[in-house]
């Protein structure tokens, strides 16, 4: 199942992120996508403990950079990370994700190049669960 890129979502954005993960390779990596006060939407890589298979962000670089969001007035729309060897799902490992943003975008390598992915935290609740979440904005 695909769920449809969010509205605030961008060829530029999606450029940017297959970028830091080629930079990455051969390992995985991650980051998330924030917005500043005048909409602008910015990609953050995080500093991160990364095999092709894993990859973990540095707690006191996350908390470094959230501060720094914080400090410009942002907001945090979505996790990044990537999968070079695949699987073009999130994982079971990735349901942490949930913590950092609503949305997440998944970078997977396939034959021919990159494609990308989005989830909704509310999604994974939703199917943990069975019960929808309320409806706002
Ligand atoms: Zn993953």
């Not at 939407?41 to 996350?62: E, G, H, W, Y």
């Amino acid at each position: 199942m695909s769920i449809s890129p969010p509205a605030w979502w961008t060829e530029a954005l999606g450029a940017t992120c297959i970028r830091a993960a080629e930079e990455a390779l051969p390992n995985e990596m991650c980051g998330f996508i924030w917005t500043d006060p005048r909409g602008v939407q910015q990609f953050t890589k995080l500093r991160a403990v990364a095999t092709p298979t894993s990859v973990q962000a540095v707690p006191q670089d996350v908390v470094a950079r959230m501060y720094e969001v914080d400090r410009q007035d942002g907001r945090i729309l979505a996790s990044v990370h990537t999968h070079p060897l695949g699987p073009s799902w999130f994982s079971q490992r990735d349901q942490s994700l949930a913590l950092v943003a609503t949305w997440h975008v998944l970078v997977y390598r396939q034959v021919d190049g990159w494609a990308v992915r989005f989830g909704r935290s509310e999604a994974v609740r939703e199917r943990r669960t069975g019960v929808k979440p309320p409806t706002g904005p």
